[in-house]
């Protein structure tokens, strides 16, 4: 993390920053940031509450991009999980299929397990996972609510069966990868 960096992209000075997010420690009760006259890094709970404000900003979507969606389906924020493994190779190309034809869509890129994917898939907090099918087989949870569709030998997309923009997600996955037939 570098404070400077940081600071001038929010537009305020250091310590400005540094300020806040002491004020921040001390009404939560716990170290966010670790600190040194070197260095500064996240703690162990500074970067469970950064991941957690980054999924609650996620979930806020504006009224002008909600109204948008009626006549635009990729208008609203479209929130793709993938595993690492196949995040870094892929996750790229996705974006830019995607955001290509709609420049203003609003994508968001989460890298996880694939037991977490699915978790957050059954509680809506993902809209589509990438992930190796294969390890859907070996996951406590009811798979039964996730529906897949293979792109590249056990490499495919995961949606919650059911899900509110089930059109939307369809077009975007055969953007990303044409079924395979």
Not at 112 to 132: Q, V
């Amino acid at each position: 993390m570098h404070f400077g960096k940081a600071s001038r992209s929010l537009s305020v000075t250091q310590s400005t920053l540094s300020s806040g997010i002491r004020e921040l420690e001390i009404s939560l009760g716990i170290t966010l940031v670790e600190r040194t006259n070197r260095s500064v890094s996240f703690t162990t709970a500074g970067e469970k509450i950064t991941d957690r404000a980054r999924y609650v900003l996620m979930q806020v979507e504006d009224p002008v991009t909600e109204a948008k969606s009626f006549t635009d389906p990729l208008a609203l924020p479209l929130k793709l999980g993938a595993i690492p493994t196949i995040a870094s190779f892929a996750m790229g190309n996705f974006a830019y299929a995607l955001q290509k034809p709609n420049p203003g869509s609003h994508l968001y890129i989460r890298e996880h397990t694939t037991a977490n994917l699915i978790a957050e898939l059954l509680d809506n907090k993902l809209d589509l996972a990438l992930l190796a099918l294969l390890a859907l087989l070996a996951l406590p949870y009811d798979v039964g609510r996730v529906e897949t569709r293979v792109i590249y030998r056990d490499i495919g997309f995961a949606w919650r069966k059911g899900h509110s923009r089930q059109s939307v997600l369809e077009e975007v996955m055969s953007r990303l990868a044409p079924p395979i037939t």
